[in-house]
């Protein structure tokens, strides 16, 4: 058994909260396990609860549009959240819940390699960058954490509930892509 597939088992199996009661599928990632850049989100929707795979409700397609409009193919990134399985009616995840599933995306993390960390919304800068930390203040500049860089930038579902913020979050993906470039 590969280090992938012990992952995804170990995530399948995990009773750590209370999310896992609800669940129709765990949600690991998609994407390239090779890839330079890791997007994080906060947690599977519905239609990621259904499917198993993050990213593939709107918003998701929304950041497909985007990553395909800046040149950035599937083997460029791969795609996960801080948790694993759907908080009840796509509730933001409490921290016993964010907790509990950070061992799993450390351990992706670690099997990835990746560059460049793309945190995509609040709840993953919360997590990735600093607690205390506000989207709105610290978005589109880039951070270090470990020798990563990361970029903090808005959630896609954002951009569907506010349209105003596309050019922002464009810019900043744009920034990533450029950032990429230059580390070849």
Same mark, same amino acid.
């Given at each position: 058994?590969?280090? %992938? ?50 990213? *593939?409700? @709107?918003?998701?397609?929304?950041l ?48 990835v ?8 919304g ?6 990735? *960058?600093?607690?205390?930390?506000? *989207?709105? @203040?610290?978005?589109?500049? %880039? ?30 993906m ?11």
């Amino acid at each position: 058994m590969t280090e %992938w597939e012990e992952l995804i088992q170990k995530c399948t199996k995990c009773k750590k909260c209370e999310l896992h009661n609800s669940r129709k599928n765990v949600v690991v990632g998609r994407g390239n396990v090779n890839a330079p850049v890791m997007l994080i989100g906060e947690g599977p929707g519905e239609q990621e609860d259904i499917q198993g795979i993050p990213f *593939i409700g @709107a918003a998701g397609r929304l950041l497909d549009v985007l990553l395909n409009s800046l040149m950035l193919g599937e083997k460029d990134y791969y795609i996960t959240n801080i948790v694993k399985c759907r908080p009840p009616s796509n509730r933001i995840p409490t921290d016993e819940e964010a907790y509990a599933c950070m061992p799993y995306l450390r351990d992706q993390f670690t099997l990835v390699k990746p560059k460049i960390i793309v945190c995509l919304g609040a709840t993953a800068v919360k997590y990735i *960058i600093d607690r205390k930390a506000k *989207i709105t @203040a610290i978005r589109g500049n %880039w951070q270090e954490q470990k020798g990563i860089f990361v970029m903090p930038t808005f959630h896609p579902a954002a951009l569907l509930r506010d349209p105003s913020k596309k050019p922002l979050m464009f810019s900043d993906m744009k920034s990533v892509r450029e950032k990429l470039e230059s580390m070849k």
